[in-house]
């Protein structure tokens, strides 16, 4: 069961093996440092007046499919039995509300799986 932080990196380790076997798609996703933990100190000085806003997902797949105009992805580490919290809980309404996709993964496996099923790959 490995943190986070271990579960992102095993994602990007995964996003650029598939940028050189030709997913070009891939090149898109991006992780958010918004409330990332090296963050958190300037988070806690500035706030909302230099664009910090709490409960933002982990990472963004800005590429329109179908209903959606992107992939928003809550990563959470596996096996822990953590949740959402309500603001996390809220900016995910919102962007569903705004016509984006966003779900909450367990796992580099998860967020994969995700993407793959919102590329149409899954």
């Known amino acids: 069961m490995g943190t986070e932080l271990e579960e992102q990196k095993k994602l990007f380790e995964w996003k650029l093996a598939k940028l050189t076997e030709g997913h070009e798609s891939l090149r898109l996703l991006m992780f958010v440092p918004n409330g990332s933990d090296f963050l958190n100190?300037?988070?806690?000085?500035?706030?909302?007046?230099?664009?910090?806003?709490?409960?933002?997902?982990?990472?963004?797949?800005?590429?329109?499919?179908?209903?959606?105009?992107?992939?928003?992805?809550?990563?959470?580490?596996?096996?822990?039995?953590?949740?959402?919290?309500?603001?996390?809980?809220?900016?995910?309404?919102?962007?569903?509300?705004?016509?984006?996709?966003?779900?909450v993964c367990r796992g580099c496996g998860a967020a994969i799986r995700e993407i793959l099923d919102y590329e149409g790959l899954g």
């Open 41 to 103: 100190r300037f988070a806690v000085l500035f706030g909302d007046r230099y664009g910090i806003v709490s409960g933002f997902p982990d990472l963004f797949f800005p590429k329109p499919i179908g209903p959606y105009h992107g992939l928003f992805i809550e990563l959470k580490r596996t096996g822990w039995a953590g949740r959402t919290t309500r603001k996390q809980r809220l900016v995910g309404n919102l962007l569903e509300q705004s016509g984006y996709r966003f779900r």
